[in-house]
């Protein structure tokens, strides 16, 4: 078994969950609260990742971080190197890949508020922004919790977008999914099990707790 | 009279010798991509039956076929597959048809400022080259060939850092065709191929620094339609066939198993 490639999983989940929830927090908010006509357009493309397969995401990654797209040459200028078979490059494809499992229970926390709380708050002249602090993040814990946790396993067992931009590097892009792959296609069946096992047991025990904080197991 | 009869006598013979038209479903080794299509739609314009062809890596269809998948014919690009699959008895006798040796080579895109012709291997440190695509040697021929190579040339340790892993050969040529490597090492039958053809050069590396790639064939005991699984392995051996895996970069077998 290679603790490298499930340590690597692990650091890669907790720095794409701490940074999707930076970024899905004003999103949702954006998604739950906003009157916009056109706001379905925003709510379809958050969750085009759960519907596209990682091979057209993984494609057009690869595609996009290359030297000839424009995106890829601003990045090969800034930093001397292309973001594809890096750890930035991972987190960024794991960002796109993730969004939806953090956005969507996110804002239907926030849908689910109290609206009158939120207007009592306002009526007292508290801002939005404190209003969004004091009044909504503390009554939508369980949905952010289970966006973090759903985020973080997600990000654990990604495996085709990983595969078609990592390069499989060891300790870079070699991730545990990747690992067991090739555990399965070098013939190493028991290696494979143990790995796949422990793998299972960490998406159990994180699920558990995703349902367990929904049904409110223990008081927070 | 008679001649009726021996009319109807010849028509019942011929009818029982004709057979409806077959299908075969064909497992290949990615690298085959090319060269097999070719060589089905010639076997299938030849005798009426249907070939259908499904390419990916070996070690996946190794392991689907030693868990029971259906295919009549598995092609493989690493000649162990067959011969483990020979050895646990999943294989049909004849076993093993080795109908080619795969080649090597350095490709660059178009574009780069590598001169392959001119640097030959030493093009792998030319300050240009940040990351270098090869095949998985954990589990694909070409990539192990690649790290051979690689280590007669005393290269390895100076290239090490800038190794990226294609799953397949497939997947490795998408590297640097992408432009996310600038260079890789692939397989010539991919090099020459319609869709990388125009897209970059190539330059072979001596068979003499790595070990045979020997791409072997085997039927498995599950085939549905062994006869005619056997009747289009023998026609991937005739001069014909064998011209085109030769165009398409394979050379023929040196040696029978």
Not at chain 1, 106 to 128: C, E, K, N, Y
Request: include cysteine; aromatic fraction near 10%.
């Amino acid at each position: 078994m290679s603790w490298q490639a499930l340590a690597l999983s692990v650091k890669l989940a907790a720095v794409v969950s701490a940074v999707l929830c930076g970024i899905g927090l004003p999103i949702a908010y954006w998604i739950a609260y906003s009157r916009w006509r056109w706001k379905f357009l925003v709510e379809a493309v958050v969750a085009l990742p759960l519907v596209l397969p990682p091979t057209v995401l993984g494609f057009y990654l690869l595609v996009a971080m290359g030297p000839r797209s424009p995106l890829g040459r601003l990045w090969l200028r800034g930093f001397g190197h292309t973001l594809s078979f890096t750890f930035a490059g991972l987190v960024v494809a794991s960002l796109l890949y993730s969004l939806p499992f953090t956005v969507q229970p996110f804002a239907a926390a926030f849908r689910s508020v109290d609206q009158q709380l939120v207007q009592a708050s306002a009526t007292l002249g508290v801002s939005r922004l404190r209003t969004f602090a004091r009044v909504i993040v503390p009554l939508s814990y369980a949905g952010i919790i289970t966006g973090l946790v759903l985020s973080f396993a997600h990000t654990l067992g990604e495996f085709g977008v990983v595969l078609m931009v990592g390069g499989n590097i060891p300790g870079v892009t070699r991730t545990v999914s990747i690992d067991i792959y090739d555990q399965v296609q070098s013939l190493n069946y028991a290696s494979a099990n143990q790995t796949a096992l422990l793998l299972l047991a960490v998406s159990f025990l994180t699920l558990s707790v995703v349902y367990s904080v929904n049904r409110k197991v223990w008081a927070l | 009279m008679k001649t009726w009869r021996l009319g109807a006598v010849l028509m019942l013979i011929s009818l029982l010798g004709w057979s409806a038209p077959g299908e075969i479903t064909v497992a290949a080794a990615s690298d085959l991509t090319f060269a097999l299509t070719e060589i089905a739609h010639s076997f299938e314009q030849k005798t009426g039956n249907h070939v259908k062809l499904a390419f990916g890596s070996s070690g996946n269809f190794f392991a689907q076929i030693q868990n029971g998948a259906t295919f009549d014919a598995f092609f493989s690009a690493d000649v162990e597959y067959p011969r483990k699959l020979a050895a646990a008895g999943l294989a049909a006798a004849p076993t093993l048809w080795v109908y080619g040796t795969g080649r090597i080579v350095l490709w660059v895109p178009v574009g780069s400022p590598i001169n392959l012709a001119k640097s030959g291997m030493k093009a792998l440190l030319d300050p240009s080259v940040q990351k270098i695509a090869i095949a998985n040697p954990a589990h694909a021929p070409y990539g192990r060939a690649a790290v051979a190579a690689l280590k007669s040339f005393n290269l390895n340790d100076q290239v090490g850092d800038k190794l990226v892993l294609g799953e397949n050969i497939s997947q490795t040529a998408q590297f640097v065709a992408s432009g996310n490597a600038q260079i890789g090492i692939l397989a010539l039958s991919l090099a020459v191929a319609p869709t990388l053809k125009d897209k970059g050069t190539y330059w072979e590396i001596p068979t003499d620094s790595y070990p045979l790639i020997e791409q072997a064939a085997v039927i498995p005991t599950a085939a549905a339609d062994k006869t005619l699984a056997r009747a289009f392995l023998d026609y991937v051996r005739t001069p014909e066939a064998q011209a085109i895996l030769r165009q398409y970069g394979f050379q023929p077998p040196r040696e029978k198993l």
